[in-house]
C-alpha cells in the first residue's frame, strides 16, 4: 500500500499483479490497482480530471489523462472517501505509477493533489537488494 496526502486530501494505492490477465511469453503484463480517495478536509470537494505516468522497466514513459476516473467525477464531503479499481498493461514485467488528481474545492478553487508513484512488480522479476 501507498500513501500520499495533498491539500487535507488521502491517497492510498495498492496495485495487484494479474496473472490471469498475463501472458510472460508474450510479453505481456497486467496489474490491477486500487485507488482511495479520502476527504480529510473540512469543506467538499470534487476530482475533475486524472494524470498518470507509468513507466515500464526500459525507462519507456507513457501518460493518460482525461476527465475523472471510471467514467466518474467523484464529490466528497468531509470525511467521506471514494474507491475505485482499473489496470494497467505493459510489455515489461515491472514498471512504475504515479500521477495526480485535479480537483476542485466548494469555493470553485482548484488543485492538484498527488498519486502516490507505486510499483508494478512481477513474479517474473528477479529482485536485486543492494
Known sequence: MYSALTHDILITATPAYSPERSEPSDNRYFWTYTIEIANRGSTRVQLLERFWRITDSNGRLETVAGPGVVGET???EPGESFRYTSGCGL??????MSGSYRMIDADGRDF?????AFSLDSPMERRVLN
Open 112 to 116: 492538484d493533489v498527488e498519486i502516490p
Open 91 to 96: 510489455s515489461t514485467a515491472s514498471g512504475l
Open 74 to 76: 467523484p464529490v466528497l
